[in-house]
Nanobody, 124 residues
Framework: QLQLVESGGGSVQPGGSLRLSCAGL????????VGWYRQAPGKDREGVSC????????NYTDSVKGRFTISRDNSGSTVYLQMNNLKPEDAGVYYC?????????????????WGRGTQVTIPS
């Protein structure tokens, strides 16, 4: 099963910025659709942003539009989530997922690989 690793989480004051990274363990994400998700305590996991294969298309949930940017490095092997003007409601554990699909969002299937998450803390 595909395994991913996230990094870049931490604690930041409201209005601050963080950049999260997602990489595949032993494989490149270039031809995978990659999604970033987050889960706050007591809430369901929600999709934050996605990048289709080779970064051709991207999408964002309404609450982060204009503040978050998803991108890939030149080789496409790492996917980033730049988060600016962070708000307390952005706090949670952020996960990335990868899937071979033409869609932007990875499918929720057994073939989808997930990371273990990285914590983002934003004191209110």
């Amino acid at each position: 099963q595909l395994q991913l690793v996230e990094s870049g989480g931490g604690s930041v004051q409201p209005g601050g910025s963080l950049r999260l990274s997602c990489a595949g363990l032993g494989f490149s994400l270039e031809y995978y659709a990659v999604g970033w998700y987050r889960q706050a305590p007591g809430k369901d996991r929600e999709g934050v942003s996605c990048s289709s294969s080779r970064g051709i298309r991207s999408n964002y949930t309404d609450s982060v539009k204009g503040r978050f940017t998803i991108s890939r490095d030149n080789s496409g092997s790492t996917v980033y989530l730049q988060m600016n003007n962070l708000k307390p409601e952005d706090a949670g554990v952020y996960y990335c997922a990868a899937d071979v699909t033409f869609s932007c969002w990875p499918r929720q299937s057994e073939q989808t690989g997930w990371g273990r998450g990285t914590q983002v803390t934003i004191p209110s």
